[in-house]
């Protein structure tokens, strides 16, 4: 299953995180990850691992246009030129002839400009038809709207820690409203939602994992969950949401759930 971004491009309605996956560990990951159906693989120049993603994916045999790949450039290789340098790096070690969405990892909160100066890198990259799609990583809704003031293409897709507790209702609804995809991260809040007792009992009443509720919750918020796993049982299930569907009175519950698990920062933090 797919979602449109507001170019025309469709990006599968899952993806797999990798970050703190590195070498053959993160090539076993990924050829299994793409036997059990992904398509949509999630990485970062400061994941360090796009080396092992890359020959994960020339051994797979799958034809490129059916890999969604996603890549970001770090907070130290910023502003237009080093933008530019970082993004071609990562097409180096990917492997690949051009990347399907390229994202800003964090902004600059005391540095606007040099926000804007690495957007524009990227509408380059754009128009170079070098990446499919453009977005934010980690930006907030006053972060976006200097982005948006400010560009020629608008975002495409913007990536946040988003599960259960954590849920940026005031980015999210503003990315709504301006019709950018919201992507999470973290959507099982790093493992830390597995035992909670309310989502326990919720999934009881499903016959699903805790696991499956998160995602499946992030889904009928109109979130795509990115949710990382290196385990092959735990990647099956996690693709297998699409047989149920969330009651409305269980979606409300999860959606003011208070914040008790995931972030290693402050969730009102800007």
């Known amino acids: 299953m797919y979602v449109e971004l507001k170019n025309g491009v469709n990006m599968p309605v899952i993806g797999l995180g990798t970050s703190l996956v590195e070498g053959q560990d993160c090539v076993l990951n990924i050829k299994q990850a793409l036997q059990l159906g992904y398509r949509h693989i999630d990485t970062a120049s400061a994941y360090k691992n796009e080396k092992s993603i890359g ?24 502003g237009y030129e080093n933008t530019i340098k970082s ?20 902004p600059r909160n ?37 982005i948006l003031e400010n560009c020629e293409i608008e975002p495409m897709v913007d990536q946040i820690e988003f599960h259960p ?19 999470a991260w973290a959507p099982l ?28 919750w992030c889904l009928q ?17 996690n693709k297998e949401v699409f047989d149920f569907t969330i009651e409305p009175e269980d979606m409300e519950f999860i959606n003011n759930m208070k914040f008790f698990a995931g972030s ?4 009102n933090k800007s």
């Open 55 to 78: 020959s994960a994916i020339k051994k797979s045999n799958i034809p490129r246009e059916e890999i969604f790949i996603t890549s970001k450039v770090w907070k130290d290789s910023m």
């Open 189 to 216: 809040g790093k493992g830390k939602m597995l035992q909670n007792e309310d989502l326990l009992r919720i999934a009881q009443k499903y016959n699903k994992s805790v696991a499956q509720i998160c995602i499946k």
């Open 221 to 237: 918020n109109g979130v795509i969950p990115l949710p990382k796993s290196t385990n092959l049982n735990r990647m099956k299930e």
């Open 110 to 146: 005391n540095d606007k400009n040099l926000n804007i100066e690495t957007w524009k890198a990227l509408e380059t990259l754009y128009k170079e038809k070098k990446v499919r799609a453009i977005g934010l990583s980690n930006f907030l809704k006053h972060h976006l709207e200097i």
């Open 165 to 183: 507790g954590l849920t940026r209702k005031e980015t999210l609804d503003f990315c709504k409203q301006k019709n950018i995809i919201v992507e």
């Open 87 to 106: 993004f071609n790096k990562s097409l180096e070690d990917l492997e690949l002839e051009y990347i399907d969405l390229f994202l800003i990892h964090w």
């Open 264 to 267: 290693d920062m402050d969730p």
